[in-house]
């Protein structure tokens, strides 16, 4: 009997490349948005610490002055971060679903050769059958005459 080919192999690792291209994405968007949120941590807190120190009594007018625009700008970059993290939010859940279907492509295709894999064997396994019952029928006949 002939071996089994499975005719939509370069489908299949078409398929299994582009996977694991989506799956690396993935990794990226998922390593990008936790940088973005580790940012926006830092410049919270900062901003949280710039608050924290002015319970200290009272302050000259130009520390005052200067530790207002340092709240402010890191106001503005704890706004500015915020959407980042959003931004990267978004192209993560875009990567994960990318993967996913990337994924289920391939599974269709792999249930596919597997399924034709168990039907060649099964055929292979008849044919193999019917060959030995012949051969014992004809081995029978020619005993009987």
């Given amino acids: 009997m002939r071996k089994f080919h499975f005719r939509l192999e370069p489908v299949l690792q078409f398929r299994e490349q582009k996977e694991e291209q989506a799956i690396l994405a993935h990794s ?5 948005y936790l940088d973005r949120v580790e940012e926006l941590n830092r410049t919270t807190s900062l901003l949280e610490e710039s608050f924290a120190g002015c319970n200290e009594g009272p302050m000259r007018p130009e520390n005052e002055f200067h530790l ?24 993560l859940m875009r990567c994960r679903m990318e993967a996913f279907e990337a994924r289920r492509q391939r599974m ?17 396994n008849r044919a193999e059958q019917k060959e030995t019952d012949e051969q014992g029928l004809r081995l029978f006949w020619c005993r009987r005459n």
Avoid at 28 to 32: C, K, T, V, W, Y
Avoid at 70 to 91: G, H, P, S, T, Y
Avoid at 111 to 121: C, D, G, P, T, V
């Fill in 108 to 124: 269709i295709l792999q249930r596919l050769k597997e399924k034709q894999l168990q039907a060649h064997i099964l055929q292979t």
């Fill in 28 to 32: 990226r968007a998922q390593r990008e």
């Fill in 68 to 91: 207002l625009l340092w709240r402010e700008r890191l106001i503005n970059d704890r706004n500015r971060r915020q959407e980042a993290v959003a931004m990267a939010n978004e192209k």
